[in-house]
């Protein structure tokens, strides 16, 4: 079946720029995860949905960042005023449910590079 | 707060010799496993997982994994290792408690080289 899918693979942006990234979990996964992948900072936690409930957003490094799901199922990653230290692969993950055993499944990333 | 340590990035071994991927973990109460496997610009691919039971899960691609409560350890093995085996590797983690975050923790990575 279809897996997790991202878009667009790769992004190039100057500094300042607002850039949004896409994601499409895998259906009838009620729980979405985004995470950062960066050399220094191995895979970080931004933010997970969870059907209904108020996303937690506790990971997310600054206000410049937000993220929305529409309908209980895609989201999209908003970064404003990019910096160069948004450069990463940004990944995004979904499951059946959060937490407990349910394991998570990865998209392909996007890289976003800043200029 | 969780946490995972893997104490090795890079890890060597011939093709057809046995390895080992380390990986230990903190976590209040008791703990969700897993391993991830990573290739060159692609997503996370899901390996295994321990929930509870046996300590030996069995996953993907002939890898398991041993779960050791007392040494808060859960390392990766595969008895004959493949060149194509020859990835980035992440451990995480998951508290079990209904008051534990929802999301995983991983660890740095281990790099995993087989030389043919």
């Known amino acids: 079946g279809a897996g997790v899918s991202q878009s667009p693979s790769n992004k190039v942006t100057e500094k300042g720029k607002d850039v949004e990234l896409r994601c499409d979990p895998i259906s009838g996964h009620t729980a979405l995860y985004w995470y950062r992948q960066s050399l220094g900072q191995g895979l970080e936690f931004l933010i997970y949905?969870?059907?209904?409930?108020?996303?937690?957003k506790s990971g997310l490094p600054s206000d410049r960042f937000s993220a929305e799901r529409t309908g209980g199922s895609v989201s999209t990653l908003t970064i404003q005023r990019t910096q160069q230290e948004d450069s990463a692969v940004y990944l995004c993950a979904s499951s059946i449910r959060a937490g407990g055993p349910d394991t998570q499944y990865f998209g392909p990333g996007t890289r976003l590079t800043v200029l | 707060a969780q946490s995972v340590a893997q104490p090795e990035d890079q890890v060597n071994v011939a093709e057809g010799n046995p390895l080992t991927v380390k990986c230990t973990y903190s976590v209040s109460g008791n703990p969700y496993l897993f391993w991830y496997v990573q290739y060159p610009n692609r997503g996370l691919q899901f390996l295994l997982k321990y929930i509870t039971g046996d300590n030996l899960v069995k996953g993907s691609y002939g890898f398991e994994a041993e779960f050791n409560k007392s040494q808060t350890s859960f390392h990766l093995k595969k008895p004959s290792a493949l060149v194509s085996d020859s990835a980035l590797y992440f451990c995480?983690?998951?508290?079990?408690?209904?008051?534990?975050?929802?999301?995983?923790?991983f660890g740095s990575g281990t790099q995993l080289t087989v030389l043919p």
């Open positions: 995480a983690v998951r508290g079990f408690s209904s008051g534990s975050a929802r999301q995983l923790t």
């Open positions: 949905f969870q059907g209904n409930s108020a996303p937690d």
